[in-house]
């Protein structure tokens, strides 16, 4: 016998075989002496026949559970759901009295302690600390980083325009005379 016997499959069907060899070579009543106990071929055949229907019973029970655990895998996810939905239904509905939830198996929900003022303080600045050690902004900050870019900016002065001429009016009797900066008009006076 030359099969593996480390698979019990292939153990199996060694020892089939060897109970078709049995039947057909020997006679049932004939006795032998096995582990040092007499016994017949029969009651040898009947012992090894034990070994083949365990492991054809094991093969058929893996095929079926098999079968069961891809049911229940596919039923899984709508019956969680399902089941999770009656559960919230039973905690609006007796949510207010733990007796009776304790009647479903369900604790009541736990109210969170409010934080004092120093708890609340200690808080804020432990997760400053943990967006300045991450290096994590807000979306506020984030709006205000922009790239590290080293620039000089460089202006030159522009000259600056001269005011152009302006065209001088043609006078009837000669050039018009020029108003001086620093010259008042006196009341009544036209100049001339």
Do not use: C, Y
């Amino acid at each position: 016998m030359t099969t593996n016997k480390h698979s019990k499959t292939s153990r199996a069907a060694a020892v089939g075989q060897l109970i078709a060899g049995a039947g057909k070579n020997f006679n049932a009543t004939q006795q032998v002496t096995l582990e040092g106990v007499p016994t017949t071929i029969g009651q040898a055949v009947t012992k090894m026949q034990i070994l083949v229907t365990n492991r054809a019973n094991v093969v058929a029970a893996q095929a079926t559970a098999k079968t069961q655990v891809a049911t229940e895998k596919a039923q899984m996810p709508a019956l969680n759901a399902f089941i999770d939905a009656f559960e919230a239904f039973v905690r609006v509905t007796f949510g207010t009295q733990p007796d009776v939830l304790a009647q479903f198996g369900l604790e009541p929900r736990k109210v969170p302690t409010p934080l004092t003022a120093e708890q609340k303080a200690v808080a804020a600045a432990k997760r400053k600390a943990t967006r300045e050690a991450r290096g994590t902004a807000g979306s506020k900050q984030k709006k205000n980083v922009k790239g590290n870019v080293t620039a000089q900016l460089v202006v030159t002065p522009a000259p600056t325009p001269t005011p152009a001429a302006q065209p001088a009016a043609p006078a009837a009797n000669g050039p018009a005379p020029t108003p001086s900066a620093n010259a008042t008009p006196t009341p009544g006076h036209t100049g001339s």
